[in-house]
């Protein structure tokens, strides 16, 4: 009975384990030539807004030009309970400390390997999060941060970001380039792989803006990359 009930507990961890690894990764493709760009979301689990924007509202069924790769759930566990971490696994548990940042360094386990080929894949990368309070407070968190990555592209994009969101009241956004914190985070990867990279962090966890809010402030700014891109 024990041994039943051990292979049992076995099975279902391996289906949960391979469920959670099984990433959704939509694409698409314009068929004309143009760049290629990625909109990751939920990659911690207790910042969800990029995720339900990604999965709910985003409604664009193929770009003018070009081609988009969308990762709305890369943490499924995380996101289901309201978790940073990858719930599954016991050690890389951080999804966003998992990806190189230099040679000779590899992604540390099966779902930052799969987004580092999707990554390889592309020109632009725009990867969002959510902060627990307002960088421009100075508290430490990095909340309604606009963080762009080395390439003058993504500096003058991040800038029309930023006049995009103060334009439609929300003041609060700052932009901070050149904070590159040397840790294995998918920005560090973008970097070192040359990728024009924005990092944008609502302020959202525990529901510190509505959830409302954080849905416009995503639109705003998906549509500005695609409208940037040339590829609405």
Not at 64 to 70: A, D, F, H, P, T
Not at 155 to 177: C, G, R, V
Not at 200 to 206: P, R
Not at 214 to 228: A, D, N, P, S
Request: some cysteine; hydrophobic content about 40%; aromatic content about 10%.
């Amino acid at each position: 009975m024990y041994l039943l009930l051990i292979g049992i507990i076995i099975i279902l961890l391996y289906v949960v384990y391979n469920w959670c690894n099984d990433i959704e990764i939509k694409y698409l493709d314009s068929g004309i030539i143009g760049p290629t760009l990625l909109i990751i979301a939920g990659v911690h689990g207790n910042e969800p807004a990029g995720s339900i924007y990604l999965k709910k509202h985003f409604k664009i069924s193929k770009p003018k030009k070009g081609s988009i790769y969308i990762i709305h759930s890369p943490n499924k566990l995380g996101l289901l309970f309201n978790n940073r971490y990858l719930l599954h696994r016991f050690y890389h548990r951080d999804l966003n400390r998992n990806f190189p940042k230099k040679d000779g360094e590899t992604a540390k386990e099966p779902i930052s390997i799969k987004i580092c080929e999707i990554v390889n894949k592309c020109d632009w990368v725009l990867d969002m999060h959510e902060g627990w309070g307002f960088m421009v407070n100075g508290n430490g968190s990095m909340g309604s941060g606009i963080f762009p990555g080395n390439t003058t592209n993504s500096l003058a994009l991040s800038k029309l970001m930023l006049d995009n969101l103060h334009e439609i009241n929300y003041p609060e956004f700052i932009l901070t380039p050149n904070h590159n914190i040397q840790i294995n985070t998918l920005k560090n990867y973008c970097i070192y792989k040359n990728k024009h990279y924005v990092l944008i962090e609502t302020s959202g966890q525990n529901n510190i803006q509505p959830l409302h809010v954080r849905l416009t402030q995503i639109e705003t700014i998906i549509m500005t990359t695609l409208k940037y891109l040339k590829m609405i």
